[in-house]
């Protein structure tokens, strides 16, 4: 049974109540509390048979936890006061473990949720029995790794997520792993790329692992996490041939790149070859085209966008000048601006569904 | 604590782009080095394969004695900080810093032990109950220091970490980071693309350029000793003034000439010069803008290496001037860093002096220095 941080804090605080040393083992006798206790004990066989029946092992007291699957407890002495203590620890955390088991149970509902499974006619029902809120301001997260097995990393984003009520993690695929949000006082829908990239940050430094993140619509009701973790999964495919160096995509910041994406390629090669030519070709060097979307990137600022390339702000004059000399379209008007970034972008989507297709 | 060993590192990337070639370069134990250059020179990949987050194709990389090219990120006790600062927006600032520790499993205690020294280091003591989005830029890029400090690693890697903060805030935290490096006694690696900041804070810097190391040295050395044409111009702002000159020889003297103008080359230069077959040809000469002055008493002095020159523009800075002056034989602008009083105004006629002391002469072709230090 995997049990979050959440809950280990909960037993902990319970030892730390106790006047004598206590752990907390899984079914195979691997200390699981102490954190930093890291042995193996072997359970005597009698315990295994019966485990809510308390078992002195020379000078250690030693019993399991009722449903739903039996964990031990070891406490360090073997008087009648310790036995008693162990009865009252067992029933405590046999209740802490309860409760973990019940959100396993609302985990179920919410996947099913996410997987479309559940109907809106059903949503009353189902969500009243696990007691979740049919009305909230949530949205999905949808991280994508290129190698790793999703599995290995579903234990570090439990551990980061566990604490919130009613943020929730799956694996959704062999790659993928989905991040169901609930926001509330502490996070605001404003901040959730914030909130991405941190994740972005803690998979890279913790896990070793480069990550694409999807972020979907902020919804309001639970029906509505199956279109999120949709529009998360988007986002990714849309994102990506625009900006390929980018990890986080956000579909409701997106507008531009999602209308573009539905254009049928024709008229896109079409307009996207009005400005990008042969006539064209030798202006347009990479570095040139670097330098252009760094100057939209920096919304049309000069010295801003100077100091990131490290050029000098006449070079980037001298570069925009000749751009407008040759198409006629001066980038630091914002009408001109608007257009060429639409055609630059109908080119970069071309060329991805070449290469898909 | 450790050293750092990068031996004959490349990173070639599928499909034949090499982004760095030949990387040799042993860092000391509590050293600061900055590794500098252009967009796309290979600094942050040196960086990224040092972190473990990019493979490297070829040579050997060590952290203290034990070769780690095979060894995960998180096992090299190493920690990054990035321009992104990257903090969660619902955790306080005690709980960003102690997050990582956490997810390692630390003991409580020690977790506190570990972010109340790191805030008291920082300085941000006062800020740990706070929720990011209550912090400044500044206050926020400390935090994700502090993140960096908890893990107590031996070595630390910042990729470009002020570029997000505005030019006041840069200049703070620049000196922040030299305190916070030597508060903490521990090997800094330092990426930036922003040639004053390698100046300011590196023990030695790293120029590197097309995925080459062009020259590593002490910031002064880089300065006063640059090894080629490019190091020349990207140390130093305003950049180097460049020349095409010949050098020839007029009884007994050699003089560097270009269009009408004609300059003394001293004979302390000669001497320092690796070969002497270059007089008589073409070379490129070099002066920074602080060798060059409109003074009378520099005209004095330096009698035998005037130049007449059109003011184009003056720049008043305050604590100087800038002079941006045409000649002949010199394509562009000669840039002049003088004295804020001087009298010399747009679209003068003047005469400036070149500090002949200070020339620098490169070969036009290989663009490596002619001269000895």
Do not use: W
């Not at chain 1, 996490?225 to 990714?236: D, G, N, P, V």
């Not at chain 2, 003088?338 to 500090?355: G, K, L, Q, W």
């Amino acid at each position: 049974m995997y049990l979050n941080q959440h809950t280990l804090a909960k037993i902990s605080s319970v030892f730390s109540l106790l006047s004598m040393p206590a752990l907390l083992l899984d079914t195979d006798g691997q200390v699981i509390l102490p954190e930093d206790y890291h042995k193996q004990l072997l359970l005597p066989e009698q315990l295994l048979a019966s485990p809510h029946e308390p078992f002195i092992n020379g000078a250690f007291t030693l019993i399991g936890t009722t449903d739903p699957e039996p964990m031990y407890l070891c406490f360090s002495g073997n008087s009648e006061e310790v036995i008693s203590i162990a009865k009252i620890c067992s029933q405590l955390i046999s209740s802490i473990l309860r409760e973990l088991s019940q959100d396993s149970g609302r985990e179920t509902t919410i996947r099913r949720i996410l997987d479309g499974e559940i109907d809106a006619s059903d949503i009353l029902v189902v969500a009243n029995d696990q007691q979740l809120k049919i009305e909230a301001e949530r949205c999905v997260l949808y991280a994508q790794f290129s190698s790793v097995p999703a599995e290995s990393l579903i234990g570090i984003l439990k551990d980061a997520f566990s604490e919130n009520e009613g943020d929730y993690v799956f694996e959704v695929g062999r790659h993928a792993i989905a991040i169901v949000k609930e926001f509330n006082d502490d996070l605001e829908p404003g901040e959730i790329e914030q909130y991405a990239m941190a994740l972005c940050s803690t998979l890279t430094t913790e896990a070793d692992q480069s990550a694409l993140i999807g972020i979907g619509g902020v919804k309001h009701s639970l029906i509505q996490l199956h279109e999120s973790l949709i529009e998360a999964k988007k986002a990714i495919n849309i994102g990506l041939p625009f900006r390929p160096k980018q990890q986080i995509f956000n579909y409701s910041g997106m507008v531009l790149e999602r209308f573009l994406y539905d254009i049928p390629e024709d008229s896109a090669v079409q307009f996207h070859q009005t400005l990008f030519n042969k006539k064209t070709a030798k202006l347009f060097s990479e570095e040139m085209l670097n330098t252009i979307e760094a100057f939209f990137d920096n919304s049309l600022n000069l010295s801003e966008t100077a100091r990131k390339l490290y050029i000098h702000r006449n070079t980037l004059v001298y570069r925009l000048d000749k751009i407008q000399k040759i198409t006629g379209l001066d980038l630091r008007t914002f009408d001109d601006a608007m257009t060429f970034k639409l055609l630059m972008l109908m080119g970069k989507l071309r060329k991805d569904k070449k290469q898909r297709y | 604590m450790a050293s750092v060993s990068l031996k004959h590192i490349y990173k070639v990337y599928a499909g034949g782009v090499t982004a760095v070639s030949d990387f040799c370069l042993d860092i000391e134990d509590k050293e600061f080095i900055v590794l500098v250059g252009p967009s796309g020179c290979g600094k942050s990949t040196t960086l990224r394969m040092v972190a473990g987050l990019e493979e490297i194709s070829d040579g050997e990389l060590y952290i203290g004695e034990k070769l780690v090219n095979d060894v995960a990120p998180k096992d090299r006790d190493i920690a990054m900080v990035f321009q992104n600062y990257a903090l969660y927006p619902h955790m306080t600032v005690y709980d960003n810093m102690a997050f990582g520790l956490k997810l390692r499993k630390t003991p409580k205690a020690e977790i506190e032990r570990r972010v109340k020294e790191a805030a008291r280091i920082l300085d941000i003591e006062h800020l740990l109950n706070r929720k990011p989005k209550a912090l400044s830029g500044g206050q926020r890029q400390r935090v994700a220091l502090g993140r960096a400090i908890v893990r107590e690693p031996k070595v630390f890697l910042m990729d470009e970490p002020l570029s997000n903060l505005d030019a006041k805030l840069r200049v703070a935290m620049r000196t922040e980071i030299t305190k916070l490096h030597q508060k903490l006694q521990t090997t800094f690696i330092y990426v930036t693309h922003d040639q004053t900041e390698a100046m300011t804070m590196g023990s030695r810097i790293v120029v590197m350029r097309d995925g080459f190391i062009q020259q590593c040295d002490s910031p002064q050395n880089l300065y006063d000793y640059p090894a080629n044409l490019f190091v020349a111009g990207f140390i130093g702002s305003p950049q180097m003034n460049f020349f095409n000159v010949t050098l020839e020889k007029q009884g007994g003297a050699v003089y560097a000439l270009f269009g009408d103008n004609k300059i003394k080359v001293p004979e302390e230069k000669l001497q320092k010069l690796l070969s002497d077959e270059c007089i008589g040809k073409e070379v490129i000469m070099g002066i920074r803008p602080e060798n060059i002055s409109d003074s009378k008493e520099a005209c004095q002095k330096f009698a035998d290496s005037t130049v007449k020159v059109h003011v184009e523009v003056t720049e008043l800075m305050g604590s100087e001037t800038y002079l941006y002056l045409s000649t002949t034989g010199k394509d562009g602008n000669i840039i002049a860093r003088v004295d804020p009083r001087s009298t010399s105004r747009t679209n003068d006629d003047i005469i400036v002096a070149f500090d002949t002391s200070r020339l620098h002469f490169f070969d036009k072709d290989s663009e490596t220095t002619l001269l000895n230090r």
